[in-house]
């Protein structure tokens, strides 16, 4: 079974920064494609941002030139580096990341992200 850790959430003011990371408990690379998703009360779980094995990413348009996604397959982690932050990025944040082999899904439990006026 594949474990998720997702840290560095917390609460910012409006044009603040945070840096999300989540560590995978196996090698990231056995991953076709890991994400970051994000849930806000009373709204469905939306992507944000994901990026392939390839190293290629994918950013939502309300986070482009905004957000960064990287990879560091050496601590097995990906990192999620939030600036210009805005009131409606408040939500919680999953890690997500889909296998290569049999394209099974694994999800963390979520870091809450609060961006306050």
């Known amino acids: 079974q594949v474990q998720l850790v997702e840290s560095g959430g917390g609460l910012v003011q409006a044009g603040g920064s945070l840096r999300l990371s989540c560590v995978a408990s196996r090698s990231i690379n056995s991953f076709s494609v890991m994400g970051w998703y994000r849930q806000a009360p009373g709204n469905q779980r939306e992507l944000v941002a994901d990026?392939?094995?390839?190293?290629?990413?994918n950013y939502a348009d309300s986070v482009k030139g905004r957000f960064t996604m990287s990879r560091d397959s050496a601590k097995n982690s990906v990192n999620l580096q939030m600036n210009s932050l805005k009131p409606e990025d408040t939500a919680v944040y999953y890690c997500?990341?889909?296998?290569?082999?049999?394209?099974?899904?694994?999800w963390g439990q979520g870091t809450q992200v609060t961006v306050s006026i």
């Open positions: 997500q990341a889909k296998e290569l082999l049999w394209g099974k899904d694994y």
């Open positions: 990026i392939r094995i390839s190293g290629i990413t």
